[in-house]
């Protein structure tokens, strides 16, 4: 099992981001952790006595806090959230223990009293190593700060650091991609994440984009970029094991390859999503709402401040049981929601993760999951795909080829057809 801690809290909001975060005042924080190590005991009585369908098997294999802005929670709320994890749920020995930071915010002070804590990979929010590319973004931080922390946490003993960067920016060339990308090599991390900048609706940058001030890159051109980025990372000897990580041999993230093989995970937190078994279960997103939902009688801040709800609004488009009942007996009023995954929602989600992963869907373990055959549910349009370059099969797996990895919507478009077909 995979625990993600989520902390919705940011300095202020970049502009392209619809992640749930939220500009706050320090206030809040305490109350926030309260409620977070609330939930964590709570999951822990609830696992012990959960049906077989929604049992996990034994202690979290990794633990990963992201937000938001994890950097702006002191040492001793993270020693909290950490120790509450490892007391509730358990922890195994060697597991992977990442927490998210931003430069801006996290100092070698910091950066060493986390790694004691336990703490033990460090994934850093760099987007650029260009000035101007920052401010674009809205970013709080310089790439010299970037620099810096990043020294810092190898200072601090961190020994497995994530990097994550940008492309398909406004006003970046290929050249000035080609050097943020020399400069991360040049770092040695142990994991690079690389992202293709979407615009979403309800975005500041949305908003640049409809008064013309920012103009999105051309698909061919970003295309452009990955390829690149594929090119310069593989001769850098990084493995490319998912459609936007990078990583030195071994070195893959435990926690995040849960996910695109289906594993159990819990998410706590605001907003944080969790599936065990055939279960999913969603937050209520709104900071003061979980707060209250965890610790009734806590307004969460005092007086009350509004919070500026910097979220962009995306219609929640999954119809769902609303709360009367559900399988755990989770608060209602901490929930958002929850679903039953039905078989064919299994295969689907199998299919779109599987192929994400560099080792592509693996037969064996898709029939183990599903109870199905991939070829048996879809094997002329797997046929066709392989036939047009898209879709490579090989040593019982089906994997995206390099092509196909840039069209992989149109792969998934295909298949689902031919699922229903
Ligand atoms: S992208 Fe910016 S605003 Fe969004 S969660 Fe990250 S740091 Fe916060």
Redesign the pocket.
Known sequence: MGIYLHIPF?R???S??D?N?YVTDESIRAAYVDALATEICWWGRALAGAADEARTTGAARSVYVG???PSLLTPNQLRVLLRGCEEALGITAGAEVTIEA?PESASLAWLQDVRSLGYNRLSL?VQSFDDSLLKVLG?LHTAGDALRCYHDARQAGFENISLDLMFGLDGQSLDLWRRSLETAIQLGPEHISLYGLTVEEGTALAGQVRKGTYVTADPEFAAEMYGLAEEMLADAGYEHYELSNWARPGRQSWHNLNYWTSGPYLGCGAGAHARLGKYRFWAVSRPRAYIAAWVPGSAGVSPARPLVHARAGRPRSRENHRLSVNPLGLPEAALDGWEELTPSACVQESIMLGLRLGRGIVAAEFQRETGCRLEELVGPTLLELREVGLLDMADGAIRATRRGRLLLDEILARLFAGLEG
Do not use: A, D, Q, W
């Open positions: 940011c202020r909001k970049c392209y981001c992640f975060s937000g938001g802005t931003n929010g970013r």
